[in-house]
C-alpha cells in the first residue's frame, strides 16, 4: 500500500530555512516519481517541485527558485525539500505526493498528475 508522511513543518521567522521530510511506505522512490506541492488559506494548490524517481533530476517552481532544493536519501525511502530565505508568503499546507514513473517532467509537474497524496505539514513565517 503506497503511503507518503510529510514531516517537519512548524513555525519559523522571515529569513529562516527548515527542511521537509517526505517518508515513503509501501514503494521506495525510483519506480515512483515525488512531487511537493503547497496550499495557502484561500488559494489553490500549487506546484514546489518535482524530482524525478530514476535519476534525481529536480524541477523547482519559480516561486522558491533559488530558495529551494529536493533530494532523495541514499535509501531511497525519503524526499527531502529544504527551503531557506522563507518569507510569510511561502506560508501553506505542504504536500508531497507520489506518480507512478521514473521521471516526472516539468510540463507535468502539477497537483492533477499525481496519483498519490500525503496528508501534508503546516508551515507558517512569521515573527
Known amino acids: 500500500q503506497v503511503q507518503l508522511v510529510e514531516s517537519g513543518g512548524g513555525l519559523v521567522q522571515p529569513g529562516g530555512s527548515l527542511k521537509l521530510f517526505c517518508t515513503t511506505f509501501?514503494?521506495?522512490?525510483?519506480?515512483?516519481?515525488i512531487g511537493w506541492f503547497r496550499q495557502a488559506p484561500g488559494k489553490e494548490r500549487e506546484t514546489v517541485s518535482c524530482?524525478?524517481?530514476?535519476?534525481?533530476?529536480?524541477y523547482i517552481a519559480d516561486s522558491v527558485k533559488g530558495r529551494a532544493s529536493v533530494a532523495t536519501t541514499s535509501a531511497g525511502t525519503a524526499v527531502v525539500l529544504e527551503l531557506s530565505n522563507l518569507e510569510p508568503e511561502d506560508t501553506a499546507v505542504y504536500y508531497c505526493?507520489?506518480?507512478?514513473?521514473?521521471?516526472?517532467?516539468?510540463?507535468?509537474?502539477?497537483?492533477?498528475?499525481?496519483?498519490?497524496w500525503g496528508q501534508g505539514t503546516q508551515v507558517t513565517v512569521s515573527s
Open positions: 505526493a507520489a506518480r507512478y514513473g521514473w521521471t516526472w517532467k516539468r510540463e507535468l509537474c502539477l497537483p492533477k498528475e499525481a496519483d498519490y
Open positions: 509501501g514503494f521506495t522512490v525510483g519506480d515512483y516519481s
Open positions: 524530482i524525478n524517481g530514476n535519476d534525481g533530476i529536480t
